[in-house]
């Protein structure tokens, strides 16, 4: 950064593909901020102009960076808009959630009475209700242990400096990576991020929210997702040690399911447990090449 060019407290990248609607719904929320010491830095995947008429309208009152990008797959898309942040701190909306009025002020308040490397809240859906997974009901460390419970990518709150020295995401991992790693990309960070003795901070008052999934489970296509989703819960345990006592119960759980729904005569669901199972493991067997040396380990809970 140069010495003439303006700096923020906070930079918030959206990776955006496909959607108008929703992007402007979360300008709408920005906008109404009541801390406003920020930039909006839009990765564009499309390949046409539409978001020019969603970006225009908010360009008074918001700070908007537009970047094009041909590159497909988002964690691809928030390390480059990373790279282009002027914030002390990051922020990666996903391109359809929302947030209250008064988040961003009170993460600022919390990094002044909190200090801490990184941060994160919990996903509500427009009423309140928690939604995406289950999360700690108590404010809390996030160590090891609890990665899976404190955690959701466009609630992290991340000093910048903090980012870029553990390597941003991992661009293997994610939506639209090319791999069969489809999710847990924010764990990966957060261990990452612990693994080099930074320290981080849940608060489940503060939460932001999303559109719940509504979509039938049993379809081929969202099956088909939810194996690449639990791949990438395989890939991230073994990628960062996490030990078979910690992982057996990972498998164990949708063989369970596998039964129950099979003896209950829903065989849809009881292929759904199948493909969470195989998911699970086929991520953990190929991410042993991945597996780094135990003494750049610092942290070994499980």
Known sequence: ???????FRLSLVVATLGRTNELSRLFRSLAAQSG??????????????????????????????????????VCRAR????????????????????YPADLLERYFRLTDRMPADFYCGRATNAAGATIMGQFDTEATTIDRSNVWTTLIEWMLLVRRSAFAAAGGFDEKIGPGSGTPWGAYEIQDLALTLIERGERGYYDP??????????????????????????????????KHRFGAAGFLPRLLRPIAGMAIYALTLRPDMARRSQQILIGRWDGWRTAAGVVRPAQDILTYER
């Not at 950064?1 to 700096?7: K, V």
């Not at 908010?58 to 700070?63: A, C, D, G, I, N």
């Not at 390390?79 to 990051?90: F, I, P, S, V």
């Open 79 to 98: 390390n480059l808009g990373a790279a282009q942040a002027r914030g002390e701190w990051l922020m990666f909306p996903d391109d359809d959630c929302w």
């Open 205 to 238: 008052s503060l939460f932001g929210h999303h559109p719940e999934d509504g979509c039938d489970q049993t379809v081929p296509e969202n099956i088909a997702k939810i194996r690449r989703y639990s791949a990438g819960l395989g890939y991230v345990m073994r």
């Open 36 to 73: 406003r010491d920020f930039e909006v830095i839009v990765v564009d995947q499309n390949e046409d102009d539409r978001l020019l008429d969603v970006i225009v309208p908010f360009s008074r009152t918001l700070e908007i960076v537009h970047l094009k990008t041909a590159k497909k797959g």
């Open 1 to 7: 950064m140069t010495p003439n060019e303006r700096s």
